[in-house]
């Protein structure tokens, strides 16, 4: 109890913010964070184009969690990647809140993604040589009001383990560690390629209920794309892609637990 709460006054900031909790905005009548609209991409290799996204329009809203659906090919990393500020475009309009980032500088988006963007992939780019707490602190020395590394550790549950190095870990510590690498900095997105495609199905529970708790605790935005359909239970929306396009959107009417999911 004695570390939950110093976590919760952790999330609370240096500024004395409010636990956000209790005050995200309704899921579908709240605030859009990030929209795209008439997005497409279109990558030459060699003599050939191949099109990777073809006219799509998107919406993220504050504090929802939203599982991006479909198969490998369908164009859901390309996807996740431009509103991420990790591409840009071949056309079409991206915005943050009233930042245009369409077109905006590689500056622009480097800075977009240190202050606002947490990234979690499939594989989890730890430094073999650097323990889990001072791979969480490459994070938190360069963010301006960071969770400290301990209490992200914490959160994600390796309070016991943060001074083990990645090769001491298992998989899954593996991913929780580049959670709280990701979440450190209190972004207002969280964006996960197949953060479970690389752990045994009880692992990828584990993850998944990470994932979740912060989402709730932090308020931030969280997209999780995969192609495990199961998965998609546990969102509050569903984005189903197929062929670079948006084939539908949907609400969960009854979320499940990540506990609750079978695949």
């Given at each position: ?7 919760r ?40 184009d ?8 998107v ?14 090919g ?12 990790l591409?840009?475009p ?96 209190r972004?207002d997105?969280?964006l ?22 912060v ?6 935005t969280?997209a ?8 998609a239970?546990?969102?509050?929306r ?16 009854a979320?499940?637990?990540p ?5």
């Open positions: 109890m004695v570390v939950e709460e110093k976590v006054r952790s999330l609370r900031g240096a500024q004395g913010r409010p636990d956000v909790t209790t005050e995200r905005a309704a899921i579908g009548g709240g605030e859009a964070v990030l929209f795209a609209r008439g997005l497409t991409k279109v990558y030459r290799m060699g003599e050939v191949v099109v990777a996204l073809r006219g799509i329009d919406e993220l809203f504050r504090g929802e969690f939203v599982v991006l659906l479909g198969a490998s369908s164009g859901k990393s390309t996807l996740l990647n431009i509103l991420g500020g591409d840009v071949t056309s079409g309009e991206v915005r943050y809140c009233d930042h245009d980032l369409s077109a905006a500088a590689e500056s622009t988006l480097t800075r977009y993604r240190r202050e606002h963007v947490g990234f979690v992939f499939q594989f989890y780019n730890l430094i073999p040589s650097l323990t889990a707490r001072e791979n969480v602190a490459l994070v938190t020395d360069i963010a301006e009001a960071p969770i400290a590394p301990e209490d992200a550790l914490s959160l994600v549950g390796l309070a016991e383990r943060m001074d083990h190095f990645p090769s001491e870990l298992s998989g899954g510590e593996q991913q929780r560690v580049a959670i709280a690498r990701a979440i450190a900095k972004p997105l969280v996960c390629d197949e953060p479970t495609g690389a752990l045994d199905y009880r692992t990828g529970q584990i993850v998944l209920e990470v994932l979740s708790r989402n709730r605790e932090l308020g931030a969280t999780v794309i995969t192609h495990n359909a199961p998965i239970q546990m969102a509050d569903i984005i189903e892609m197929s062929d670079g396009r948006i084939r539908s959107v949907r609400e969960n009417a979320k499940l637990s506990a609750d999911l079978r695949w």
